[in-house]
């Protein structure tokens, strides 16, 4: 008996990376797996039909039931067709996986209006474009499962992904919202941030020898084979009391994320002046103040 036995799941960008680990994974766990994937260029560019047809025959080739879908989760009307394979195949939607990405990185200085559109597009746009093509099949059913994919760069913040980081806070905005109302009717939805070796981590420029040290541990430590595994807990009904929330894994590691909520008050019962305000707020937060360092920073040891 595997977790996902007689559930049907769909995987974006699950043509290459962490995504095509979690298809496999979620068939190993007994999940019938639509894989989507538009063979998109890191940076956005000419996708082709390979990996999507790759990775479904490959997991046919291993004794799972899997189809596969091209479209880009970027248009709506590709969404929809996604949602249509895993009904019009496995006769069903039980859990969507939203995976795909690209990376247009830049300083917002120099970031052109079409490299933040691509990134909001593919990102949050997506993962709108395919939850809303599914999340009507799963309301009628009383069940289903949401796993958001985020990225510590919008959580902690990375210096040159503002459009990147924005799309992936938005993200965990509308997992969070789809969970609250999704809770009456059996549908849950979770945001998780991956660390990975993948050719996503792979296009980061290495600029010391301390990096090439660093990423080197990472290739090795923290694999889309340690993140797939999480995805199918979460997919499954074992997780049925775990709704809202924001994990991140890297490594062994899984980590709860906080989510923002207030961590100091500060009330002026004489109303605030712009006097008050300057001689006040920056003083009596300073302790409470969240640092500007960026994910490389914070999560500054190796993955084990
Ligand atoms: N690798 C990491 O450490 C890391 C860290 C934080 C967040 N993430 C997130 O995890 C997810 C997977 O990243 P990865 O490292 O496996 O990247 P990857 O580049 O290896 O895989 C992403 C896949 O998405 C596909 N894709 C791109 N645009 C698409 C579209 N419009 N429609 C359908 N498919 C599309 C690509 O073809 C590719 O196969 C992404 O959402 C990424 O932002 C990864």
Not at 40 to 64: F, I, N, V, W
Not at 69 to 96: Q, W, Y
Not at 223 to 247: I, K, M, R, W
Not at 259 to 285: C, D, F, Y
């Amino acid at each position: 008996m595997g977790i996902l036995d007689g559930k049907v799941a769909l995987v974006t960008g699950a043509g290459r990376g962490i995504g095509r680990a979690i298809a496999f994974d979620m068939a190993k766990a007994g999940a019938k797996v639509v894989v989507n994937d538009l063979g998109a260029a890191l940076g956005g560019g000419e996708g082709d039909e390979g990996p999507a047809q790759q990775t479904a025959s490959d997991l046919r080739k291993a004794g799972y039931e899997a189809a596969y879908n091209t479209d880009s989760v970027a248009e709506e009307s590709g969404g929809r067709r996604m949602v249509e394979t895993a009904m019009d195949t496995f006769g069903g939607i039980d859990c969507v996986v939203n995976v795909a990405g690209i990376l247009r990185d830049g300083m917002l200085h120099k970031m052109s209006a079409q490299e933040w559109r691509a990134v909001i597009d593919v990102h949050l746009n997506g993962c709108f474009n395919v939850s809303r093509a599914a999340i009507e099949h799963m309301r009628e059913k009383g069940s289903g499962a949401f796993v958001h994919f985020t990225s510590t760069s919008g959580l902690v913040g990375q210096i040159g992904q503002a459009n990147y980081g924005a799309a992936k806070m938005g993200i965990v905005g509308l997992s969070r919202i789809l969970a609250m109302e999704g809770a009456a009717k059996g549908v849950r939805s979770n945001a998780l941030a991956p660390f990975a070796w993948t050719r996503m981590i792979e296009s980061i420029p290495i600029k010391s020898d301390e990096q090439a040290r660093a990423f080197e541990a990472f290739r090795t430590g923290a694999t889309p084979e340690h993140v797939a595994p999480v995805v199918s807990y979460l997919c499954s009904d074992a997780a049925s009391g775990v709704n809202g929330q924001v994990f991140g894994v890297r490594g062994n590691e899984i980590y709860l994320f906080s989510q923002p909520r207030p961590v100091k008050t500060l009330h002026n019962g004489a109303g605030w002046t712009h006097a008050s305000l300057a001689a006040m707020v920056e003083p009596s937060i300073r302790n409470e103040m969240t640092s500007l360092e960026g994910t490389g920073e914070y999560f500054s040891w190796d993955p084990i």
